[in-house]
Nanobody
Framework: QAPLVESGGGLVQPGGSLNLSCTAS????????MGWFRQAPGKQRELIAR???????GYADSVAGRFTISRDIAKNTVFLQMNSLKPEDTAVYYC?????????WGQGTQVTVSS
């Protein structure tokens, strides 16, 4: 089983919402901290949201106020609720630890925001 599996992406119109999920295998626990990253075509992968051990969250300026990261420790799953989506949010979204573990990148989930 892959260490991290992302899901929930899709095609959505501007202003719409999506809720992404990231489920970690039994090999790792999300409790230490997790992050959501995204990579748009032609751009570098960037960290956009993180949640650390005590539950404190942090966001990149580009998504603050629109995206919310949360977790269900019992299910070893992290979520990213994305509201007020914009075309510039189009990217492949990944989860990993905030300082990413190279061998833990999953396939990601594609989010496309377009009318």
């Amino acid at each position: 089983q892959a260490p991290l599996v992302e899901s929930g992406g899709g095609l959505v119109q501007p202003g719409g919402s999506l809720n992404l999920s990231c489920t970690a295998s039994r090999k790792m626990s999300i409790i230490s901290g997790m992050g959501w990253f995204r990579q748009a075509p032609g751009k570098q992968r960037e960290l956009i949201a993180r949640i650390i051990r005590d539950g404190t969250t942090g966001y990149a300026d580009s998504v603050a106020g629109r995206f919310t990261i949360s977790r269900d420790i019992a299910k070893n799953t992290v979520f990213l609720q994305m509201n007020s989506l914009k075309p510039e949010d189009t990217a492949v979204y990944y989860c990993n630890t905030p300082v990413p573990l190279r061998n833990y990148w999953g396939q990601g989930t594609q989010v496309t925001v377009s009318s």
